[in-house]
């Protein structure tokens, strides 16, 4: 799916341009290796940087004398970040160089990295981290769409997966590698040494990324782009598959914002290297997101998005049970069926798109990450005040209503439908 691109066909129809293509690269060229390496690098970067303190949450508590639910900002304004940047790119992506607006979110994003590592207070950490996440989703902004412009239709499926692959792989070891790297030391060297290596990503990635060859600037004026975004908020079809998508993204966002406080208690008492390795579990939300991508080919996606949500539920109430083994157990089937879900209702909402699809799918990603910041960070006062159980009472809420609405915005006649769309991986 184009969630990194606002951008579409029906834009560029409108506007009466038409593009001349030259030759795309073709697999096994010089040029497709660079764009295919380049890109999973840039996957890796954005993600390791965008979630590298949701670990270190408790440490943020101790070191500035906060509590978990304010320690969780430093997770949501990244995200928030990265939804008011996308919202901002939606109207000027389209008009910048594609390669040069990578490169420089790249840089600048990794350069803020390094500055959190020196802040002095928790107000200035949460400022620089949402000016990271505005940066950052100048790569998320248009990566997708670079791919599709400069690949060759008969390679374009390896290049887009290694790209996913990228931002999960990121997202997993910038988690695992600041929860090591801040039990040997402290939560200041983990930031400073992603941000590091980051930086040296960005900076080859600007050296090596090849220049687009079938992209030409385009202006999508905002008023249009606006009355677009009006009529899909007005249709529940489509604002009832954001608000899953906000709904069970935030579920998912705070369990894994918390649980580790949880697993460092006195209960279980687990040291730092053994705590990092519960994002390993992300594996496990890739075999969602790709045995549900297989089974939309011969079920209805809209079928599959209810067990996706009913199964996510059943891995939040397992996650109440204070047995290790358990919570491993219910943690597994929340992070499978939480991709699961994604997956179906990211794409949901681009088959139902049959004009502006890229007003459709920019609401999802803006619902999508307003979910993960808002629910991810309010969740963490019912934790303070209740214990482990009331929070796991108001995820398993926030999943019910998620699923309700899941079956209210998939009434009417099915239309199962193949892999025509590729939803990003977080």
């Known amino acids: 799916m184009h969630h990194t691109s606002f951008s579409s066909e029906e834009e560029v129809t409108a506007s009466g341009h038409a593009l001349h293509q030259p030759e795309k690269a073709e697999k096994g060229s010089a040029r497709y290796r660079h764009i295919r390496n380049c890109m999973l690098l840039s996957g890796l970067s954005v993600f390791a940087q965008l979630y590298l303190f949701q670990p270190l949450l408790s440490e943020l508590c101790r070191v500035f004398g906060v509590t978990p639910a304010t320690s969780s900002l430093a997770v949501s304004f990244a995200t928030i970040g990265m939804a008011i940047g996308l919202f901002i790119f939606a109207f000027r992506a389209d008009a910048l160089s594609r390669e040069r607006l990578m490169s420089f979110a790249l840089i600048a994003s990794s350069v803020l990295t390094i500055l959190t590592a020196f802040a002095w207070d928790f107000v200035p950490l949460l400022v620089l981290t949402l000016l990271k996440g505005i940066a950052l989703s100048g790569v998320s902004a248009v990566a997708l769409a670079y791919l599709n412009e400069e690949v060759s239709p008969a390679a374009i499926g390896v290049a887009i997966s290694l790209y996913l692959s990228g931002n999960t792989i990121g997202g997993m070891s910038g988690r695992v590698t600041s929860t090591l790297i801040a039990g040997w030391g402290d939560w200041r060297w983990a930031a400073g040494i992603i941000g590091l290596v980051t930086l040296l990503i960005g900076l080859q990635f600007a050296r090596r990324i090849p220049h687009s060859r079938n992209f030409r600037p385009q202006t999508v004026h905002m008023k249009i782009k606006l009355r677009r975004m009006g009529q899909f908020l007005t249709q529940f079809s489509f604002l009832g598959l954001y608000l899953v998508a906000a709904l069970v993204m935030g579920a998912f966002v705070s369990v894994y914002n918390y649980i580790s406080f949880v697993l460092e208690s006195p209960e279980f008492n687990l040291p730092h290297y053994i705590v990092a390795m519960i994002y390993m579990m992300y594996t496990v939300g890739v075999a969602g997101s790709v045995i549900t991508g297989k089974l939309s080919d011969r079920y209805d996606a809209a079928t599959l998005l209810k067990g996706s949500v009913l199964l996510m539920l059943w891995g939040v109430v397992l996650l109440s049970i204070m047995k290790l083994w358990v919570m491993v157990i219910g943690l597994g089937m929340m992070t499978f069926a939480f991709f699961s879900a994604h997956t179906m209702a990211c794409r949901l909402v681009s088959v139902r798109?049959?004009?502006?699809?890229?007003?459709?799918?920019?609401?999802?990603?803006?619902?999508?990450?307003?979910?993960?910041?808002?629910?991810?960070?309010?969740?963490?006062?019912?934790?303070?005040?209740?214990?482990?159980?009331?929070?796991?009472?108001?995820?398993?809420?926030?999943?019910?209503?998620?699923?309700?609405?899941?079956?209210?915005?998939?009434?009417?006649?099915?239309?199962?439908?193949?892999?025509?769309?590729i939803a990003p991986l977080h």
Do not use: D, M, Q
């Open 353 to 421: 798109a049959k004009r502006a699809k890229s007003s459709a799918t920019c609401l999802y990603w803006l619902f999508y990450y307003i979910g993960s910041s808002i629910i991810g960070s309010s969740t963490g006062v019912t934790l303070t005040r209740y214990g482990w159980n009331g929070f796991i009472l108001v995820i398993i809420a926030i999943v019910i209503v998620a699923l309700i609405l899941s079956f209210l915005a998939t009434r009417g006649k099915r239309r199962p439908f193949g892999l025509h769309e």
